[in-house]
């Protein structure tokens, strides 16, 4: 199968797939830490990580037949902007995993085509399962076995090749392939191996600004923008809310930080993960007056589309606040008859920030028609905030 095992791989180059590697599965050495991990309820609301927790600890267990996996990456930084901390208040800062085509939709499509082509070369109608961020399986391990790059105190795989601008996927498939060299199935050897090292630097960790890299690897994530603007579906915590700045989506300082990244990542050539217009620095005032047909229209296919317009209008809400600028208080009193009750409570909160004579006088008018309580709590807050400065 030595042969048939290269030949998976190039066809998997010819399909775009920038590093991969074939292995075979077994138990995972991480497992024990990430059991841990949300027992100690760092996941926050991500109830899918607990619910299948158990199958994470072999690929065997996700699929009993399993002989071999094919594990791949896609080179996605694109540097047409500054870093985040360069970018002026009134702008939006979206993570460039985002800019472009929904990454899980461009590679699984991708590992499905692969999948056909090895049913086409094996004459076999084979069970394969490709997931891309999507299944029980702890893939930047499988990634770093596999010699893809090694995992550093962020989290993130980091390739000596691309730094950690990546994507990963896997294709399992019930076939038996030649394994490439791999790593030893010890935890030590995927954070610090022949491929690299993070050695003594924290740069990532003193970078946070929530402080969600509470140790090397160990990453909290109900303090984590990229769970805040994303995954978290309700209120942003407010005492998070300052943190955030003026990031609507995602988070990418611990990446922006990290000297890998600053010496090894290079442009992608894919152009599906290529900026859209205006998505590396979008306007906040014009994301604030999106409607519904307006938010499907601009993140048709696009990851933003996860945080749905509720969720994404509440970041842009929270930024606006953090900006702090008159010219934000017409649109967050627009907002404050939002028909979403996570609209207007966050531009309430905004508004307090602001605390213009309009601000105060349209938060009192919202106060008395508000129907939701905790909307209401939010503009008392607010309106207190505002009599509290002497506003």
């Not at 990456?73 to 702008?91: C, F, G, Q, V, W």
């Not at 000297?259 to 599906?272: D, G, I, K, T």
Request: proline share 7%; hydrophobic share 40%.
């Amino acid at each position: 199968m030595e042969r048939l095992s290269e030949e998976i791989k190039e066809k998997a180059r010819e399909l775009g797939f920038d590093l991969v590697a074939v292995l075979e599965p077994g138990p995972m050495a991480t497992v024990g830490f990430f059991l841990d991990w949300l027992e100690r309820g760092f996941h926050g609301e991500m109830g899918y990580l607990y619910r299948r927790r158990l199958e994470r600890r072999s690929v065997l267990d996700v699929m009993p037949e399993a002989r071999s996996v094919v594990v791949v990456a896609m080179n996605y930084y694109h540097p047409s902007r500054p870093d985040t901390l360069e970018i002026s208040p009134d702008k939006g800062v979206i993570s460039r995993y985002a800019w472009g085509d929904d990454y899980h939709d461009v590679m699984k499509g991708r590992l499905k085509e692969l999948l056909s082509w090895i049913e086409g070369e094996t004459g076999q109608d084979l069970d394969g399962r490709a997931y891309v961020d999507t299944g029980p399986i702890l893939e930047r391990e499988l990634a770093a076995r596999a010699k893809l790059g090694f995992i550093g105190k962020n989290g993130c795989l980091i390739s000596p090749e691309f730094g950690s601008w990546l994507f990963l996927g896997e294709l399992i498939l019930p076939l038996d392939l030649t394994p490439d060299d791999v790593l030893p199935p010890e935890v030590s050897s995927l954070t610090d191996n022949e491929l690299g090292t993070c050695g003594g630097c924290t740069r990532c960790i003193d970078a946070c600004p929530t402080g969600a890299l509470l140790a090397p690897y160990l990453i909290d994530a109900r303090k984590c923008i990229s769970y805040l603007t994303i995954e978290l579906k309700g209120p942003i915590p407010k005492h998070l809310r300052p943190l955030i700045g003026n990031r609507i989506f995602g988070c990418d300082v611990c990446q922006e930080v990290c000297p890998w990244n600053r010496r090894f990542s290079r442009p992608s050539v894919h152009p599906e993960f290529a900026p859209r217009p205006g998505l590396d620095v979008p306007d906040l005032l014009d994301l604030m007056d999106l409607d519904e047909e307006g938010f499907r229209e601009m993140f048709r296919k696009s990851p933003v589309k996860r945080a749905k317009r509720r969720g994404l209008l509440r970041n842009v809400a929270v930024a606006l606040g953090n900006w702090g600028s008159e010219e934000a208080v017409p649109v967050l009193l627009k907002a404050l008859r939002d028909h979403e009750p996570l609209v207007r409570g966050h531009s309430a909160w905004a508004l307090g920030r602001i605390c213009t004579s309009d601000a105060v006088a349209g938060l009192r008018d919202a106060l008395e028609i508000e129907p939701s309580a905790w909307v209401r709590e939010e503009i008392a807050s607010a309106l207190a905030e505002c009599e509290e400065r002497g506003r």
